[in-house]
């Protein structure tokens, strides 16, 4: 069964500090795996988009990380602000109907406190 | 901003009605996807437009359905409301299949009583 599953389901962290965030997925055939950042009622923003072939971006102070071998991908949130409590959603794409299916976990809930 | 707008922000219904969400896509988008996302859940995929033809759905039943116009804008319709459809729908446009980036917009918060 294609699955992502993302840990942990959330995390408080003080301002100025880093965290990571993980996301191990067991859908196959693998696409891209995308992370995403989703403010409270609102839709989701991109952070960074992977292929097989990337196994780390950078968007400003989030980078991602991807190991296509064990299926594991890792967001990583330096100097975090206030701004950063968010929920973080980590989507892979791919499946049997891979012509359009992306599988979005759960998401990670982070809350940055000053 | 992403440049993709639904309408209306919030909603609420009574069990049994009907409704009807919209969606403009980011211009020059062929391509309009619809999520359900439940509180502290990640968005289900219900279904996938483009060229104004069904593309793909998710596992949701045919009470869900839907609509893109020659603009490329969308609706969902959900028939006979049930309280568990009380959920985040949310629309996200790109240009093709979501092998390119997908664009959400901010989303319709529909309360079911």
């Known amino acids: 069964k294609n699955q992502v599953e993302q840990s942990p389901q959330s995390l408080i962290i003080l301002e100025g500090k880093n965290c990571t965030l993980q996301?191990?997925?067991?859908?196959?055939?693998?696409?891209?795996l995308r992370w995403y950042k989703q403010d409270t009622g609102r839709g989701p923003v991109s952070l960074t988009i992977m292929t097989f072939s990337e196994n780390t971006k950078s968007n400003g102070r989030y980078t991602a990380t991807l190991d296509a071998d064990t299926k594991q991908s890792s967001l990583h949130i330096t100097a975090s602000q206030l701004s950063d409590s968010a929920s973080y959603i980590c989507?892979?794409?791919?499946?049997?109907?891979?012509?359009?299916?992306?599988?979005f976990g759960s998401g990670t809930r982070l809350l940055v406190r000053p | 901003e992403t440049g993709v707008t639904q309408s209306p922000t919030h909603l609420i219904k009574t069990r049994g009605q009907q409704v009807t969400l919209r969606c403009s896509s980011q211009s020059g988008h062929n391509t309009v996807s619809w999520y359900q996302q439940a509180l502290g859940q990640g968005p289900q995929f219900i279904f996938q437009y483009y060229r104004e033809e069904e593309n793909g759905r998710g596992n949701f039943p045919p009470r869900f359905s839907g609509l893109q116009f020659p603009n490329y804008s969308s609706e969902l319709n959900v028939n006979a409301l049930e309280l568990d459809d009380s959920a985040l729908y949310l629309c996200?446009?790109?240009?093709?299949?979501?092998?390119?980036?997908?664009?959400f917009g901010p989303g319709t918060r529909l309360t079911v009583t």
């Open positions: 996301c191990n997925y067991t859908v196959s055939p693998f696409s891209n």
């Open positions: 989507v892979v794409r791919g499946g049997m109907d891979s012509s359009y299916k992306l599988i």
């Open positions: 996200a446009s790109s240009l093709g299949t979501p092998e390119y980036e997908q664009y």
